[in-house]
């Protein structure tokens, strides 16, 4: 019954997306030390990028719990279904959050005074669906705040090369989320929400998507000069621009097998090939 119960809150928060800001903080948290920091500070990094991460989905699931609802396409969430109760959910975003304020707090001071910030965005990107349709470069702006504050962890301080990554991030979070939300223009127009592909329509949005993802690849190999990387970490972007080439080849929203592989499974892939390659790139040349 509690490994049940533990699968369906990993189910809830998406616990397997945590792949997609992660390798790019610790991207930023080893450019920020020149290899690898104290043991006590990756430990702590990454506490606080599951805290932050899950906090934030699992209160996206209470905000949206009556949307997910009426939608087809969602209705079979934990929340609209009963699997999991409201009071459970926001458990989890209490305590997700609190140990992202702690972790924070054992970090240095200056993560700790920006944790606020962060807090604000986890919760304020949850209700921007109803107002605007910037809604998915504010997602990506939460999200890109993880190699910000992975490289802060570090240093203490703020530098060029994490608020070009986090602009990366961002580009890169906001064009696969673009691409997601294809498969309910229809849904979104119907209940008065706010999306890029529900303003722009589907040919409108995938252009977007497409546009964000190609100055997301102009800002990785900007990278290469700013950091002064080597020719491996070159090699790992020029299979991610491929990779993500496909993802915008192979979309269909009317297809939710390839636009789960196009918005999430390639992208996860993605972010670890970069990892892997930056890693190899400072730890052999």
Same mark, same amino acid.
């Given at each position: 019954?509690? !490994?049940?119960?533990?699968?369906?809150? +990993?189910?809830?928060?998406?616990?397997?997306? *945590? $792949?997609?800001?992660?390798?790019?903080?610790?991207?930023?948290?080893?450019?920020?030390?020149? +290899?690898?920091?104290?043991?006590?500070?990756?430990?702590?990094?990454?506490?606080?990028?599951? +805290?932050?991460?899950?906090?934030?989905?699992? !209160? =996206? /699931?209470?905000?949206?719990?009556?949307?997910?609802?009426?939608?087809?396409?969602?209705?079979? /969430?934990?929340?609209?279904?009963?699997?999991?109760?409201?009071?459970?959910?926001?458990?989890?975003?209490?305590?997700?959050?609190?140990?992202?304020?702690?972790?924070?707090?054992?970090?240095?001071? $200056?993560?700790?005074?920006?944790?606020?910030?962060?807090?604000?965005?986890?919760?304020?990107?949850?209700?921007?669906? /109803?107002? *605007?349709?910037?809604?998915?470069?504010?997602?990506?702006?939460?999200?890109?705040?993880?190699?910000?504050?992975?490289?802060?962890?570090?240093?203490?301080?703020?530098?060029?090369?994490?608020?070009?990554?986090?602009?990366?991030?961002?580009?890169?979070?906001?064009?696969?989320?673009?691409?997601?939300?294809?498969?309910?223009?229809?849904?979104?127009?119907?209940?008065?929400?706010?999306?890029?592909?529900?303003?722009? +329509?589907?040919?409108?949005?995938?252009?977007?998507?497409?546009?964000?993802?190609?100055?997301?690849?102009? !800002?990785?190999?900007?990278?290469?000069?700013?950091?002064?990387?080597?020719?491996?970490?070159?090699?790992?972007?020029?299979?991610?621009?491929?990779?993500?080439?496909?993802?915008?080849?192979?979309?269909?929203?009317? =297809?939710? /097998?390839?636009?789960?592989?196009?918005?999430?499974?390639?992208?996860?892939? @993605?972010?670890?090939?970069?990892? @892997?390659?930056?890693?190899?790139?400072?730890?052999?040349?």
């Amino acid at each position: 019954m509690v !490994l049940k119960k533990l699968k369906s809150y +990993g189910e809830l928060v998406m616990f397997s997306h *945590t $792949l997609f800001s992660l390798p790019f903080a610790l991207i930023a948290m080893i450019w920020a030390a020149d +290899g690898l920091p104290s043991a006590s500070t990756i430990f702590w990094i990454l506490i606080a990028l599951i +805290g932050a991460r899950n906090g934030a989905n699992a !209160l =996206n /699931r209470i905000v949206d719990k009556d949307i997910d609802k009426k939608n087809p396409r969602t209705a079979n /969430r934990h929340l609209p279904k009963g699997t999991v109760n409201d009071y459970e959910v926001f458990v989890i975003v209490f305590i997700c959050f609190s140990i992202f304020i702690f972790a924070a707090y054992k970090l240095n001071p $200056l993560c700790l005074a920006l944790s606020p910030l962060a807090l604000f965005l986890f919760i304020i990107y949850s209700y921007t669906k /109803r107002f *605007t349709w910037i809604c998915h470069i504010i997602l990506g702006i939460t999200c890109g705040g993880a190699p910000v504050g992975a490289w802060l962890a570090v240093t203490g301080k703020f530098a060029i090369a994490p608020i070009v990554l986090g602009a990366i991030v961002t580009l890169w979070v906001a064009g696969f989320d673009i691409i997601y939300a294809t498969q309910d223009i229809e849904f979104d127009r119907s209940a008065g929400l706010f999306s890029i592909p529900s303003k722009f +329509g589907l040919n409108g949005a995938l252009y977007i998507s497409s546009a964000f993802h190609f100055i997301m690849i102009f !800002l990785l190999v900007s990278l290469y000069f700013i950091m002064n990387s080597g020719y491996i970490y070159l090699i790992g972007i020029f299979i991610s621009a491929i990779l993500l080439a496909l993802e915008h080849y192979i979309v269909s929203p009317t =297809n939710e /097998r390839r636009m789960k592989i196009a918005s999430y499974h390639i992208n996860q892939i @993605v972010s670890v090939l970069i990892f @892997v390659f930056t890693v190899l790139d400072v730890f052999i040349l």
